[in-house]
């Protein structure tokens, strides 16, 4: 245990005393003496933390939910901007590149592209079926989003008529969303600078998700937000989209979060499952909040929720039973972005802000409750709040070994690697 949580909780030492102890940590030593600070707090003084980008320029990869590195761990994507400040608007582009590893690690720049945001950028990620050396992200082209493969020197290999959001693990087919309808009702995943045509129809038959055959480049709407307005109970007349899309390890199924506006800021999210071609559309978890999540394997998805009456609770979700089991109560006790180790052994998590504008990235051993804290990040909530907030979106190596994540925490959106090898081993 850290010795900072042992003290803190002591019963012997008076509150005043604890609350002084607090109020130094979290100023005077962690500005002065952050060596001591990760001591305290994490029970080991060394910053395992490995900047890989440098300003001026601001650097991110994007989302937790897909591994930056290529399949021999030489290469890592990135985007560039040259803000940090606001939400991009119409005309402001974003670099699409990659950083080549090893001494003297620099950024170099593939391309631009006009579709983006700060949560999961150009939703760039490595082709499935050359992680090696084809990468895919969205762009704008004539006034539509559309879908780019390149190679790692920056040639163009194809375009595809839709965005993409999710790729199948054998690179056959993608999976889009509507990123204009996203723009207006959750600003911070959807991408500025196109026109939803069905934006007056709370939930039309011709929106959904498209499964895109990255071979023939042809689409087809597998899964309509008309029909899933039909399951369960949905505000009648509210306004639906769709986000969060990912495969299963197997790409046998999909999971989604399937959303309705309530009142004019709110939305609910429910979780659903289909199959990898639509069918069988099925509500997973309908709960007072649904949040962030990861398939542990074809069968079984951890998830963040919150449901009536009750605390929030990572659960673990059972799809063919449709049951669940609380992971973690004790010491997950907040939402995080969750992704399991490529052996299934750990979970990579962070936090939010606490109340010193501190972010938590973390490992958990989901099957004996082992939490181990590896670094506590200053992301202030004054200036980086909102969908311009930098959350630290964990990600793991494909190997297992590192961890990549972007911050905030010197003044500057950066991306860092950090070796995690002795502890997962």
């Not at 980008?53 to 290529?70: E, I, L, M, R, V």
């Not at 992680?131 to 879908?147: A, I, K």
């Not at 909040?289 to 079984?300: E, Q």
Request: charged fraction near 25%; hydrophobic fraction near 35%.
């Amino acid at each position: 245990m850290a010795i900072y949580k042992a003290l803190s909780g002591s019963p012997v030492i008076p509150w005043r005393v604890r609350q002084g102890m607090e109020r130094w940590l979290e100023s005077s030593c962690r500005d002065r003496m952050p060596a001591l600070y990760r001591w305290l707090h994490l029970g080991d003084a060394r910053d395992r933390l490995r900047p890989v980008t440098s300003g001026p320029a601001h650097h991110f990869f994007g989302y937790y939910d897909k591994a930056p590195w290529n399949a021999s761990g030489t290469l890592l994507l990135a985007h560039e901007a040259t803000f940090n400040d606001r939400p991009p608007g119409p005309e402001d582009p974003v670099s699409v590149g990659l950083l080549r590893l090893g001494e003297g690690t620099r950024y170099q720049t593939l391309a631009t592209s006009l579709a983006w945001n700060w949560q999961q950028g150009s939703m760039l990620q490595w082709h499935p079926a050359d992680p090696e050396r084809l990468l895919l992200h969205n762009d704008r082209r004539n006034g539509r989003f559309v879908s780019l493969v390149r190679n790692t020197d920056g040639r163009e290999v194809n375009q595809y008529d839709r965005p993409v959001y999710a790729v199948a693990p054998d690179g056959c087919h993608a999976y889009s969303v509507n990123f204009a309808r996203l723009h207006s009702h959750r600003p911070g995943y959807g991408y500025a600078g196109a026109a939803d045509p069905s934006a007056d129809d709370p939930h039309p038959g011709g929106d959904g998700i498209h499964r895109i055959d990255l071979a023939s480049g042809r689409s087809e709407l597998i899964v309509s937000l008309d029909v899933l307005a039909s399951i369960g109970d949905v505000p009648h007349g509210a306004f639906q989209w769709i986000n969060h899309v990912q495969v299963s390890p197997d790409g046998s199924r999909l999971a989604y979060f399937h959303i309705a506006r309530t009142g004019e800021t709110g939305w609910r999210a429910r979780l659903f499952v289909c199959g990898a071609e639509g069918a069988d559309p099925a509500c997973l978890l309908d709960a007072d909040v649904v949040s962030h999540y990861d398939w542990l394997d074809n069968g079984k998805i951890l998830i963040w929720a919150k449901r009536a009456g009750l605390a929030g609770h990572f659960l673990l979700v059972d799809v063919a039973r449709k049951d669940c089991s609380v992971i973690g109560a004790d010491v997950l006790v907040e939402d995080g972005h969750v992704s399991f180790s490529p052996d299934r052994a750990w979970v990579l998590n962070d936090t939010y802000p606490d109340r010193h504008d501190m972010r938590t990235l973390m490992l958990f051993r989901w099957q004996d409750s082992k939490r181990i804290d590896l670094a506590r990040l200053h992301s202030p909530k004054s200036r980086w709040w909102g969908e311009i907030r930098c959350d630290l979106h964990p990600r793991w190596s494909r190997n297992g070994k590192q961890v990549c994540i972007d911050s905030v925490h010197t003044g500057e959106r950066q991306m860092y690697v950090m070796d995690v090898d002795d502890i997962v081993a």
